[in-house]
């Protein structure tokens, strides 16, 4: 298992950024894929960007071109940076792993097996 607690989320205006970080223990963190997720109020989790052990990237369509995923293997951080953030974007945030080596790009939550607690991130119009 990895454990995983995610930080940086707030409230930013309709144009901002914010960063999330991710930081991760208990694993390799380089042989983890990392991904990112959103819950908005009475909606089901939903993908928003990955990047697998190996160094691919993956964004859903809603925030590509908005949001960069990177880490840090030195420091066993994933990171979720978000500029022009808008107000549909306000959701709770959770970072997510997959240790399986197999990571593909898959949008499922059901492909990460490890959770945080997630970050709220509320961006006001």
């Known amino acids: 298992q990895v454990q995983l607690v995610e930080s940086g989320g707030g409230l930013v205006q309709a144009g901002g950024s914010l960063r999330l970080s991710c930081a991760a223990s208990g694993r390799a963190f380089s042989r983890i894929s990392m991904g990112w997720f959103r819950q908005a109020p009475g909606k089901e989790r939903e993908f928003v960007a990955a990047?697998?052990?190996?160094?691919?990237?993956y964004y859903a369509d809603s925030v590509k071109g908005r949001v960069t995923i990177s880490r840090d293997n030195a420091e066993n951080t994933a990171t979720l940076k978000m500029n022009s953030l808008k107000p549909e974007d306000t959701a709770v945030y959770y970072c997510a792993a997959d240790t399986s080596l197999y990571y593909r790009g898959s949008y499922s939550p059901g492909s990460f097996e490890s959770w945080g607690q997630g970050t709220q991130v509320t961006v006001s119009s």
């Open positions: 990047l697998s052990w190996r160094g691919f990237t």
